[in-house]
């Protein structure tokens, strides 16, 4: 999941390099990914409303799902 979120946002940001998605584990099952890029890119991850950020949780949340897992993702 943490590879599947850096290709994700590096097609997304203009500095690619700067992407970097940190994994916690809270028991077996529940994942947080916190999401740190250059913060002239953070704009862009979010998107207007949130709606980039939401559609990049959603599809994380189906593979999790998938996997019978649980995932937070948080942008620092």
């Given at each position: 999941m943490k590879a599947f979120l850096e290709y994700l946002l590096s097609?997304?940001?203009?500095?690619?390099?700067?992407?970097?998605?940190?994994?916690?584990?809270?028991?077996?099952?529940?994942?947080?990914?916190?999401?740190?890029?250059?913060?002239?890119?953070?704009?862009?991850?979010?998107?207007k409303g949130g709606n980039i950020i939401q559609a990049i949780r959603n599809i994380a949340k189906i593979l999790a799902i998938k996997e019978g897992k649980q995932i937070r993702i948080e942008i620092e």
């Open positions: 097609q997304i940001v203009d500095h690619k390099d700067k992407v970097k998605v940190e994994e916690r584990r809270f028991g077996e099952n529940v994942n947080q990914y916190l999401i740190s890029t250059d913060p002239s890119d953070v704009g862009k991850v979010i998107g």
